[in-house]
């Protein structure tokens, strides 16, 4: 079997926007993936994730690229591009920090459901954006799933003092489910990273 | 895929003697964008998870040719040119069916995004992105205009060589790549602290090569860039 050897990553620059999100941005150029990962009448929980991405001085980064994966409620991941169509859920979603005044990033989806007895309900993350030479890997988990937390395969991989900066926070919004995410690259409170 | 299902499929481990580092002090903008803290291991089955073909159904015809997919009334200025290559694993297969996303700079070294604030001029027929699938031997081929270069503040009198920012997916969560193709005897190259960040064995896997096997007689030069993922390891089933 030949070796290749894997080409190397190299950073999204500052400028992707009309290629990687352009709807989002305003081009004229259709986005193959949006802030929505699944339309309001897929089934589920309907909710919102916000948050900022902090660089190592504590400033908001408004020029990176967030990709977020999760399962539908049921537990399932998206296997083909038509089983979308049908059930509205997408499972992807693909949302810059350049259009919000606060850098702010907000993605619709629905609450992940279980995909095993050891995996608490998550929303896998990537992480993008001029200076970072390499995409970083993330995940979200909710605050309110304490008892599936303590089962979590990779929870139990994360020093319990860094948890936290894996959970997503409920914000007291009245007429909507939504949560808060914030990403700091450094600092005490550094998000958790993966060798995924 | 239930994640506590076993999965014959083993994604082949990052390569990290092929990627630059998170801190590149060169490249300033690292300095505070990179995780301090080492990266924590996750089991398989996330990395392993199989990522459907997203976006598909929704490509444009035109989606893959630089030089029409934005024209308003006429073509783009700038040297023509052809991109295509393969989209190989670690084991020489093909990626089929798997999304290539590209962006770039005008023939001036123009980025349409409102941040740029170059003083080159905007082309009106020309957006500088683009998008397709790769076939049933993992090739992808995009009709373009070769990029400018254009100054940035890394440094003093930097200059970005000529480059196109291309996004994949491959067929896993843990195939993603981002990265970004340059061209063959650049003068940029030594001086530019993204490709000099990146480790000097693999650099050259960054440089496409002129081909005229991809060169079109009598319309545009042709660039070959074959892409390597991370890809499958096949392990006996029980």
């Known amino acids: 079997m030949p070796h290749l050897k894997q080409t190397p990553s190299q950073t999204i620059g500052p400028f992707f926007a009309y290629g990687l999100c352009p709807e989002q941005y305003n081009f004229e150029l259709k986005s193959l993936f949006t802030p929505i990962l699944a339309e309001r009448h897929a089934a589920g929980q309907p909710i919102t994730i916000e948050g900022r991405v902090y660089d190592g001085s504590g400033q908001a980064v408004n020029d990176a690229v967030i990709e977020m994966m999760q399962a539908d409620a049921a537990g399932r991941y998206v296997q083909a591009d038509a089983d979308i169509e049908a059930s509205g859920f997408k499972g992807f979603a693909r949302v810059g920090t350049g259009t919000d005044p606060q850098a702010r990033f907000m993605v619709e989806t629905i609450k992940p459901g279980t995909t095993g007895a050891a995996s608490a309900p998550h929303i896998d993350v990537i992480v993008m954006m001029r200076g970072m030479l390499l995409h970083a890997y993330t995940r979200i988990y909710f605050e309110e799933d304490t008892a599936a937390h303590s089962r979590d395969a990779v929870l139990a991989a994360v020093p319990p003092e860094r948890r936290a900066t894996l959970i997503a926070r409920r914000l007291p919004y009245a007429n909507r489910a939504a949560y808060e995410f914030n990403i700091y690259l450094q600092g005490p409170d550094e998000t958790v990273f993966f060798d995924v | ?238």
Not at chain 2, 210 to 227: C, K, N, P, R, W
């Open chain 2, 1 to 238: 895929m239930d994640g506590s299902t076993p999965h014959p499929i083993v994604l082949t481990p990052r390569d990290w003697d092929a990627h630059p580092p998170y801190r590149y002090p060169d490249y300033k903008s690292s300095v505070l964008r990179s995780p301090s803290l080492p990266l924590i291991s996750l089991d398989e089955s996330l990395k392993n998870r199989h990522a459907p073909v997203y976006g598909a159904s929704r490509l444009g015809p035109l989606d893959h040719d630089l030089t029409r997919n934005a024209a308003k009334n006429g073509a783009p200025l700038g040297e023509r040119i052809v991109v295509t290559g393969r989209v190989l694993d670690e084991g020489g297969r093909p990626v089929r069916n798997t999304l290539v996303e590209i962006w770039q700079a005008n023939a001036a070294g123009r980025y349409v995004h409102q941040g740029d604030q170059h003083d080159a001029p905007l082309d009106p027929n020309f957006l500088g992105a683009g998008r397709c699938l790769t076939d049933g031997e993992g090739r992808y081929r995009f009709l373009t205009i070769k990029p400018g270069a254009y100054p940035w503040g890394n440094h003093a009198n930097a200059w970005r060589t000529n480059h196109i920012h291309f996004s994949l997916f491959g067929d896993y969560f843990g195939s993603r790549l981002v990265t970004q193709m340059y061209f063959p005897g650049d003068p940029l190259l030594q001086l530019d602290p993204i490709f000099q960040g990146t480790p000097a064995r693999a650099r050259e896997r960054l440089v496409s090569r002129f081909s005229l096997d991809a060169t079109q007689e009598g319309y545009a030069l042709g660039y070959e860039f074959d892409i390597v993922l991370r890809g499958a390891h096949q392990t006996p089933t029980e």
